[in-house]
Structures are given as C-alpha cells and as structure tokens.
C-alpha cells in the first residue's frame, strides 16, 4: 500500500512539471541501489522492467474504463495494454494521456500488425488516439467500412487566423525597443521556452552579455519548482543555473503554451503584459512525426497568445511589445535555388511534418499581426541548431545527430548520400537573437540564422576515420534497414520513430530528402543578417567537428574511438555492394533544419 501511495505522489508531482508525453506511465520502487556499470553510470539494461502492479493507479484519475465492443476493439484494446503496462484499457481513453508517446507509438504499430494482420501507420495512431477510433481507422484499411471521405488534408492557409482583439492602438507611438539605448532602465523581457536547448542558450546570454531582468513561461505547479526546472535544464549543457546564480534578475511565470492566455487570469496577465518590454518568443511543442493538430496548440495557440501579450500591454494608447518568433528553416517551401532573407515563402502544401507545418501558419500569423493589426516584430528562421562550438554541449535530439551516432555505433554509413553538414552553433544563434531583440534595429525584418560555411558529408566521414572510428561504405537502403534495426534494438526514442516515418511512408528516400545534395543546397543571401549581425558564425571546419565529437564521447553519447563493441556486428551488406536495391534519390524539394 506504501508503495502504490509513494508510486501515485510521484506522477502527480511528475504530471505538475512535464509535458504529457513526458509523464511516466509506470513507476519501479527498487528495494536496494540503483545497478551500475563498470563506469560508474546507470546500467539501464539492468533495470528490471515495469510490470503491471508498476503502471497500476499511476495517473488513474478519470480515466476511462468502457470494455471493448467487437473483436477488433478487443484486440487492440489487448495491443495497447501491453504496450502500456496497464491491467486494461477502455475504448475511449487516449492512448498519450496513459502515458503513450512516439516510441511506444512504433512498438504499438508492429504488435497491432502482429494481432490484426493490419498494417496502419504511427501518423495515425496520432490522429486516431483512442481505440474506438483507430478501430475504424483499422475498419477502413481491411475495407469494412467505407474510407471517410470527410477526412481531407488540412488547408493550412485557412488556419491563418488571428482574433480581431488581437490589435494594436493606431497611436502612432514609436514601438518598444526601436533602437540600440532606447530603454531608460534596464530591459525587461519574455521569454517563452527556457528550459530547451535553445532557451536554455538564450537565457543565459540574456544574464551574462546583458542587464535584462527576464521573465520566463515555465510549466510547473509554483513559481520554486519553475526555478528549479531552469536550473535543471541550464544544467544539462553545462550552463550556469540562472535562478541560483542570477537570483530575482530571473521571474517565472508559472503557465504555458496552448491555453488561452497561457492559464494565466485576466489580472495577471494584464500585469505581466503592462512589465514587458520585449518578447522573445522561442517555445514550441518539437516532434519530427507528430501531426499538425498535435502540434496546433503550443506552435499555433501558442503563438496567438504571444501576440494577444503584445498588445495588451498596448492599451491607453501604449505601443505594442515587440516581438521576436523564433522559427525555423523547415517552413520553407520552396524549389528556389536562390533564397533571401527578404523573400516571402507563401506556400506550404508539401511540407510534410506536423512540426513544419505549424511553425509556418506560427510564421503566417505573425506576418499578419505585423502588417495588418501593428504589432512589431521579427521572425528568425534557425537552421540546424548544433552544440556550443567552444565546448560542444548541446541537445542530443537533433536528426542528423542522431543519424550520425547510428552510423558510428554499426559502422556503416551511405556511400551515396552526399550533402552538406551545417551545423549552426547554439552560441552563435543565441548571441544573434539576443543582439537583435534588445537593439530593436532589425524590427519588421527576418532573418536566416544559419551556418554559411557548412562541410561536406564526405569530409565529415574522412574527420571520424581520422579520429579512429571504423565506417565501412553501404547501399543506401541496405544502410537505412541496418540503421533502423539498430534503432529498434536500441530503443532510440528520436531515431526509430522518424526512421519508421519513411518506411511506412513506402519512400525510405525520403531521409535523404531531408538532406539535400551538395549541387541542389540553395544559396542563402543574408542582407539582413550581415548588416546587423555583429558576431560572426564558426565554420564546420575539423576544429569544430572534434570539439563535437570529444563531448559526445565524454557524455557517453558516443563510444570512444577505436573501442571494441561488445555486441556483434549488426548484418548489413557487403561493404560497397549494393544490397539488390537501387539508389537513393535525393529530392530537388528544400527542407532543412
């Protein structure tokens, strides 16, 4: 009974400060330490696994307990009981808010094959989260029931609306933050998605370079667990804990991206928007395979508020508080191989990912509050946002990283797939938003915060060689069924499910799509940027890829050069062959980021 008690407090405390997909859905209790490995580090292999008694009560509140209907909802209600750790599961009960998320998604793709012979894919487990509506989702495939004709791709131009309250005062006022020295005292600024990679960066340049007092939106149950949800994650790049260090330079606004006025009431969030004197809108729900309306709220909702913070501070004739959307490449579609910082890009229908697809109606609306309703702002497009180029901390959940570290661990990379690696350091990125934002003089401008200086794929594989890691040449497609099967055999929760993507897709070319060949990158011209911009970006040079790779070694991320593997050596083809498969086509289409 302990137990169970002790098990229930900790996903309370744990549903307070995490995002959903985040939440356990099953807690061990271990009677004696933790098993470690012969480095001193949490031998994960060794933990014994969860059980049902571990998932039982965990988050139970509410939850629904309907029982199946047919034998179709029966054996997927089985399906996801086993994928869950649950005793049973009811036909209405969503599949994410039990504890599901994008790897148990995957695992819950193949044993629902393995059940109902029925080949569905993880978008729609997504956008069917229930097992009475995947049931007939699995209804539609077998031909059961009649496809749903109401189902169509979603218009996301129609999704590009903004509430007619979300406005500025004509007042003619020359906006907040217009010019380098316009702030009597020092900046007070907003910031949304601290506790992220790139917020993490961000605010701690904000501390260091400047004397801004910055206030956070930070998920939490209290303002003290939100400081110490900064702390933890400043702390996983090996950046100081702004709230222990900074003290009350540091505010958290305990709410979040999504509901109307971030949960805030209308008192405080009047307060918070009348203290505002810049805002740096940078948190956003991040996830290569979730789709547009998993996405809606944090990226779109998200944004809207944003804007709605802006101009409430504007009443009495005040100006609106810039703004300052921090984007991403990815939203550019776009077959130009020119591409300018100073290009509108209206179009949109063939970007894949729900994550694209919402920052750019995010992008779309912020154009509109700009143009239409006066509120100031910028847009910054990132690229692929890399680790520190001095001590190579940074986030581990990027794609091609990931893609790297599968390579290095089966020693096998793709002889056929060229295309440029560029990396874009996180300091450099955040010193360029930072700069920006509080110099105001970039307002009502984008800009394209990328590397333009990146190396070729060949010469990265040539760096790692060098650097004593052994990488045998593959087939495109046989490197792709090894990569994706070491995936699976290690659990890689950012890898496997992206990599599962394209294979259901029936195009597993569509990876090298995401990486364009040298011949077909575009050439970005920056105007913007090299007017105003006055740090300079490091180049992906072989200084810069060592200092990468030496911390992802020390950080275990990475096993050490020359290091025998314990395991065999996964079954991939013959070095150079071509594994009976042809070759990979690398799509003319430009996604990046």
């Not at 969860?50 to 307990?65: N, R």
């Not at 702030?183 to 998605?193: D, Y």
């Not at 606004?253 to 928007?273: I, N």
């Not at 009502?444 to 045998?472: E, V």
């Amino acid at each position: 009974r302990a137990t169970q008690l002790l098990r229930q407090e900790l996903y309370t405390h744990a549903a307070a400060k995490l995002a959903e997909y985040m939440v356990p859905r099953a807690i061990v209790v271990l009677s004696g330490p933790l098993p470690l490995t012969a480095n001193g580090k949490v031998d994960v292999r060794a933990l014994p696994a969860p059980t049902a008694e571990d998932a039982a009560g965990v988050g139970a509140s509410g939850v629904d307990h309907t029982p199946p209907r047919t034998e179709v909802e029966a054996e997927l209600a089985a399906a996801w009981a086993q994928v869950l750790g649950l005793a049973s599961v009811g036909i209405h009960a969503n599949f994410f808010e039990l504890g599901g998320y994008s790897l148990l998604a995957a695992q819950l793709v193949g044993i629902i094959e393995a059940r109902l012979g029925v080949r569905i894919g993880m978008r729609e487990v997504f956008e069917a989260p229930t097992v009475s509506a995947l049931a007939n989702v699995v209804a539609r495939a077998t031909g059961v029931a009649e496809a749903d004709k109401s189902v169509v791709k979603i218009d996301l131009a129609g999704e590009v609306v903004l509430p007619s309250e979300i406005c500025a005062p004509a007042s003619g006022e020359v906006p907040r933050a217009s010019g380098a020295g316009s702030f009597l005292a020092p900046p007070v600024v907003f910031l949304t998605g601290a506790t992220g990679f790139v917020g993490s960066f961000l605010l701690a340049e904000l501390l260091a370079n400047t004397r801004a007092e910055v206030k956070c939106l930070v998920r939490a149950s209290d303002e003290a667990s939100g400081r110490a949800r900064l702390d933890v994650g400043a702390s996983k790049f090996g950046l100081p804990p702004p709230a222990a260090t900074y003290g009350e330079r540091v505010r958290v606004v305990v709410g979040e991206l999504g509901p109307h006025m971030f949960g805030l009431t209308s008192d405080a969030f009047s307060v918070l928007a009348r203290s505002v004197d810049v805002i740096i809108h940078n948190g956003a729900g991040v996830n290569f395979v979730y789709p547009y309306s998993a996405l809606k709220g944090p990226n779109v909702i998200g944004t809207q508020e944003v804007l709605r913070l802006a101009c409430f501070g504007a009443i009495g004739g005040d100006a609106a508080t810039p703004v300052h959307f921090i984007s991403t490449l990815s939203t550019l579609d776009t077959d130009a191989r020119v591409i300018s910082e100073t290009d509108v890009f209206p179009r949109w229908e063939r970007l894949v990912s729900g994550y694209s697809q919402s920052k750019w109606v995010g992008e779309q609306i912020v154009a509109l509050a700009r143009c239409e309703r006066g509120v100031p702002a910028s847009i910054y497009r990132l690229g692929r946002i890399a680790p520190h180029s001095q001590t190579g901390a940074g986030s581990h959940d990027d794609l091609l990283t990931r893609v790297l570290k599968g390579c290095v661990e089966t020693k096998f990379v793709p002889s056929e797939l060229e295309t440029l690696v560029d990396f874009t350091p996180v300091d450099y990125a955040s010193k360029a938003v930072v700069e920006l934002a509080l110099s105001g003089r970039g307002l009502g401008r984008d800009f394209h915060i990328l590397n333009p200086s990146p190396m070729p794929l060949t010469r990265l594989w040539k760096l790692l060689r060098r650097a004593k890691y052994k990488l045998y040449p593959s087939s495109y497609d046989g490197w792709f069924r090894t990569l994706l099967e070491h995936a699976r055999r290690s659990d890689d929760g950012v890898l496997l499910p992206v990599l599962l993507f394209f294979e259901e897709s029936g195009d597993i070319s569509g990876l090298a799509g995401e990486l364009p060949p040298p011949e077909l990158y575009p050439k970005f011209e920056v105007p913007n940027s090299k007017e105003l911009i006055s740090a300079r970006c490091p180049p992906v040079s072989k200084q810069l890829v060592d200092a990468y790779v030496a911390a992802w070694v020390a950080e275990g991320f990475f096993p050490s050069p020359g290091a025998e593997e314990r395991s065999a050596l996964p079954a991939a083809p013959a070095p150079g062959g071509d594994g009976g498969h042809g070759k990979a086509k690398q799509k003319h289409k430009f996604r990046l980021g």
